[in-house]
């Protein structure tokens, strides 16, 4: 079965600096993997995937991710981090039997001004 | 880009009545929605995938007698928690998808949430 893995409950960085949201990975066949992001009491936004081609994929709102097949990650990037930035992000990957999202237990961003 | 309306957005009700939630693709047509169960500062559970003109596939430990769950259109899923108790207080997300051309010289479209509903039984 599919799954991810959110290792860092919550992530704190300063306005202005880079941030990293890290995401590890486990299929069988190719990943399909995905990141939102969850404003309090709001459903998810879509930020990006990666499906095939390029690993490092360009998203929502000046944020990328890196896929590393070696090292089954799927980190979130952003060179400088805003104050809006700040949420739940969550790391997805396709269950390609259900064709359903399978979900990491997110990570909390705080950008501090 | 692609809209899921979810309808309402927080509901109060009593223990023991029925709550239906709405979720309807905006400008799509989805044959597949899926039902997400979130707990407080946990991840997004999926309860069961909605397909349009057939049952609904549930996932294990759901009870589909108590969360039922209509497809009766390709832009609308309803689910109605029947017999509502406090421990079914919780956020209900709905999601859906347009096309799924799969890998071969097509795209794999995301999933478009909605913005859930706070349910609050009393």
């Known amino acids: 079965a599919q799954s991810v893995a959110q290792p860092e409950d919550q992530v704190n960085v300063a306005e202005g600096n880079p941030l990293t949201v890290k995401c590890t990975y486990s299929v069988s066949g190719n990943p399909y993997l995905f990141w939102y992001v969850q404003y309090p009491n709001r459903g998810l936004q879509f930020l990006l995937k990666?499906?095939?081609?390029?690993?490092l994929v360009k998203g929502s709102y000046g944020f990328e991710a890196e896929f590393n097949k070696s090292q089954t990650s799927f980190h979130l990037k952003k060179p400088s981090a805003l104050v809006s930035d700040s949420a739940l992000y969550f790391c997805?990957?396709?269950?390609?039997?259900?064709?359903?999202?399978?979900f990491g237990s997110g990570t909390r961003l705080q950008v501090q001004p | 880009g692609a809209v899921v309306s979810q309808h309402p957005s927080r509901v109060i009700c009593k223990s023991g009545t029925s709550v239906k939630i709405e979720c309807r693709s905006l400008d799509f047509q989805a044959t597949t929605m899926f039902w997400y169960r979130q707990f407080p500062k946990q991840s997004l559970m999926l309860m069961a995938t909605s397909n349009e003109g057939s049952k609904a596939t549930y996932e294990q430990g759901v009870e589909k007698d108590k969360f039922l769950i209509n497809h009766a259109s390709l832009t609308l899923s309803t689910l109605t928690v029947t017999s509502a108790h406090p421990e079914d207080s919780s956020f209900y997300i709905c999601s859906a998808r347009s096309v799924d051309r799969g890998a071969q010289g097509g795209t794999y479209s995301p999933l478009h949430f909605g913005n859930g509903t706070r349910l609050t039984v009393t």
């Open positions: 997805a990957v396709r269950d390609t039997g259900r064709r359903a999202l399978t």
């Open positions: 990666y499906i095939t081609g390029d690993n």
